[in-house]
């Protein structure tokens, strides 16, 4: 069963010299990006260290004693009922390898939880505007707009707009490039999304960021601004080894910009059933990830690869295909996933209110 979601750390130095990650020797963790991004490695940090300064991953897979040790709790009070009320849930869809399927999940995904009686705003953060071309004819000046409502905080709720398949979308466009180049000028510049978002009304149960493939100052943004990361892998060997720099990022992010942050999952997409060396890549991202990969997988379909071309997710468009049945099995798994989860955010976020109070 899918445990309390990995709190992930970059190993330290002082760790790497004694075998395990803050001196925790033989940790699986450790092995859960090494080993992916090493071709199998053995688990060791010796493994880490030809990985040529990429970070690794600790992976805490269910292990009740290491979660307690990272300030993970499973345990929660339920009698309280204040922490149980439940804003919109904020998922960055993320991986800088391109094409690895982040807009075809942000908007299958968002179109299958509408399925779900869900409210979804999805927000395009990709000046490719590739979400935005998908779900309708974006508007001239979408990204500068964007970009605008980012940086000068004028509000992202005039930019809401409703798509033929019931996902509200923000759109964007190449103006979108304001924002990179305004940002480098404008200090904390990734926390002004987070910002943005939280101004808005809670008027959805989801927002969706589609990223770029790069991990710029969208993608660092989106994950400031996210409860949790989900990450599309397309099931080819060459997108295992780039995974470890997207973790590096998260940890980074998860350790100084948002402590909420937690992983989602790992989902692997474009999988040609029947094909060995898929196979071998779910494989070894069970084995490097455990848990962390989603059950589903996305399995590669022409309908889906079509489904842009006629402004409609997958599970409207082909309601009765694979590309559907793996989305709506990939949303129903996500909000299981993200309830379990809850009761340990609520708790997290409870400790950071009283630290705060404390400190004045
Ligand atoms: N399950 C699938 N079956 C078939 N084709 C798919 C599937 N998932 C994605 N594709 C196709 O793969 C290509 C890349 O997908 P997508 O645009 O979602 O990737 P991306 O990670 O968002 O790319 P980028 O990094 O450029 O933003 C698209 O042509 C898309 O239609
Ligand atoms: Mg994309």
Not at 40 to 65: T, V
Not at 102 to 110: E, G, H, Q
Not at 198 to 227: C, G, K, M, Q
Not at 232 to 241: A, G, I, Q
Request: proline content about 4%; glycine content about 10%.
């Amino acid at each position: 069963m899918w445990r309390s979601l990995p709190r992930v750390s970059p190993p330290t130095d002082a760790g790497a010299a004694d075998g395990g990650i803050d001196g925790i020797a033989g940790n699986q963790v450790v092995g859960a990006v090494a080993g992916v991004a090493t071709k199998g490695g053995n688990g060791s940090l010796a493994g880490y260290g030809a990985m040529r300064g990429y970070a690794a991953i600790e992976y805490i897979a269910g292990k009740k004693s290491l979660a307690t040790r990272f300030g993970i709790c499973d345990a929660f009070d339920s009698k309280d009922s204040s922490l149980r009320r439940r804003a919109v849930q904020r998922i960055a869809v993320a991986n800088h390898k391109g094409g690895v399927g982040k807009t075809t999940t942000a908007v299958c995904l968002a179109a299958a939880l509408v399925e779900r009686d869900k409210r979804v705003l999805l927000l395009d953060l990709d000046e490719q505007g590739s979400a935005s071309d998908w779900l309708m004819n974006q508007r001239e000046r979408a990204g500068a707009e964007l970009a605008t409502a980012i940086l000068h905080g004028t509000g992202l709720s005039p930019l809401v707009q409703e798509t033929g398949c019931g996902v509200d979308l923000i759109a964007t466009n190449e103006l979108f490039h304001a924002f990179h180049v305004e940002a480098q000028s404008e200090p904390g510049a990734e926390q002004l999304l987070r910002d943005a978002v939280e101004a808005l009304e809670p008027r959805w149960h989801y927002l969706i960021f589609d990223s770029p493939p790069s991990l710029n100052i969208a993608t660092v943004s989106a994950l400031v601004a996210s409860d949790f990361l989900l990450v599309p892998v397309e099931t080819k060997f060459l997108s295992l080894r780039p995974l470890a720099r997207i973790f590096q990022l998260f940890a980074s992010v998860q350790k100084r910009l948002n402590p909420e942050l937690r992983l989602a999952g790992v989902l692997a997409s474009k999988v040609r059933g029947g094909t060995r060396h898929c196979t071998e890549v779910v494989e070894r991202l069970r084995k490097s990830f455990g848990e962390a990969v989603f059950k589903t997988v996305i399995r590669d379909s022409i309908r889906v690869g079509e489904a842009p071309g006629h402004g409609k997710g997958v599970t409207l468009y082909d309601p009765g295909g694979l590309g559907a049945c793996d989305y709506r099995a990939l949303a129903a798994e996500l909000e299981a996933r993200l309830a379990e989860e809850l009761p340990a955010k609520a708790r997290l976020r409870k400790n950071a209110s009283i630290k705060r109070a404390a400190n004045g």
